[in-house]
């Protein structure tokens, strides 16, 4: 498939990146920052442009008023992972080349695999109590924390 159409997927994405602060009642800061970034990413997806959409975007969320597992984020977080992932493909590919289908398939794998993960995340912190925890699970959690911090670190260092 043409290298071209991988350009097209992220203007459909960055514009649906857009669409959810719109939906949510921020316009200012979208038009200003958002649309700009989107479309630098477009045309120069290995520039520092798709930074800038997911930093914005992940900005605009946060300040946005109401539960943090609203549906405006819940589709902005496959939305920003999925024009970070084409952006990285479509960086190293150039616009005029070529792409074989077969190619994509890891990345995709990868993007499902990752989506599957924060949609069971997403679950786990809707079930979680509201209201005021105890402390000692506060102080379990922190250390739970560190412990996947560590397993992280040691996971490194053995490549």
Do not use: W
């Not at 290298?3 to 203007?11: E, T």
Request: aromatic letters at 4%; hydrophobic letters at 65%.
């Amino acid at each position: 498939m043409p290298a071209l159409l991988l350009r097209g997927v992220l203007l459909a994405v960055g514009l649906g990146i857009l669409v959810v602060p719109l939906s949510e009642g921020i316009t200012t800061g979208t038009f200003v920052v958002l649309l700009p970034a989107v479309l630098a990413s477009v045309y120069a997806p290995a520039s520092p442009a798709p930074a800038g959409v997911v930093v914005v975007a992940a900005v605009l969320a946060a300040l946005a008023d109401g539960d943090p597992l609203r549906p405006g984020v819940l589709v902005l977080v496959p939305l920003v992972h999925l024009f970070h992932v084409t952006c990285g493909i479509a960086g190293a590919i150039p616009a005029a080349g070529r792409v074989h289908v077969r190619a994509l398939r890891a990345p995709v794998l990868r993007f499902l695999l990752i989506q599957a993960v924060m949609a069971v995340l997403v679950v786990l912190v809707a079930l979680l109590p509201t209201g005021r925890n105890a402390p000692f699970l506060e102080a379990l959690a922190l250390v739970g924390l560190a412990a996947v911090a560590l397993v992280v670190v040691l996971l490194q260092r053995v490549k």
